[in-house]
């Protein structure tokens, strides 16, 4: 059986992502100790995991140093890479929104929109009409609007606590997030069994979790 490589977002979404393997049957130590580790080898298993940076599992994939990956749809959305998108995982769940200060207007001249991520924030201005001028900030999206560097912001929201204690309110929901399966093209006809097996008995727990919510 071949080794397969799977890249993972380090923090909440591995966390989630590896009860669902355990739940489907595979495996894998009941608690991982990742320490500082980038690589862990599952031998039971015959499975490495690569630990990395959320924006950087697609490009693992993409590249096939990684058979498969976890990845938000937002990094997706945002980067556009050559990659199959398999599953839906129903985990890490929240949506990308719009927000600025409350009851106030864009600019009618040269509306400016603050957000990490421009390609989202693009389309989704130039798929209403709107013309905008986007500004790419990495962090404290939320002080845009509050300096007067930007008339809206767009960017991931899970509770809206941290815009509500920045002052600020939703204007448009433009996309639902979650994680989802992907694989590289070459590796999905390489390790095809492999890859529709862990496919099939993923998609049965998150089935059946759905089914349970």
Avoid: W
């Amino acid at each position: 059986m071949s080794e397969l490589t799977i890249a993972m977002p380090k923090g909440r979404i591995f966390e989630e992502a590896y009860e669902l393997l355990i739940q489907a049957g595979f495996n894998l130590p009941a608690e991982m100790e990742m320490s500082r580790k980038l690589m862990i080898e599952i031998p039971e298993e015959n499975i490495r995991f690569i630990l990395a940076k959320p924006m950087d599992v697609p490009v693992y994939v993409e590249h096939g140093v990684a058979d498969i990956g976890i990845a938000g749809k937002d990094v997706l959305l945002e980067q556009g890479r050559t990659v199959h998108e398999l599953l839906d995982l129903k985990i890490s769940e929240c949506y990308i929104a719009s927000a600025g200060l409350p009851n106030t207007t864009m600019d009618e001249i040269a509306p400016r929109i603050a957000t990490k991520y421009p390609e989202i924030a693009t389309k989704y201005y130039k798929g209403i009409g709107e013309q905008v001028e986007i500004i790419e900030l990495n962090g404290s999206i939320e002080l845009a609007p509050m300096i007067g560097l930007a008339d809206r912001i767009v960017d991931i929201v899970s509770t809206g606590r941290t815009l509500k204690e920045n002052g600020l309110v939703e204007y448009e929901h433009i996309t639902d997030v979650s994680s989802r399966l992907i694989a590289n093209p070459v590796s999905y006809r390489l390790k095809g069994a492999r890859i529709t097996d862990l496919v099939r008995r993923l998609k049965k727990i998150v089935n059946e979790q759905v089914k349970d919510a």
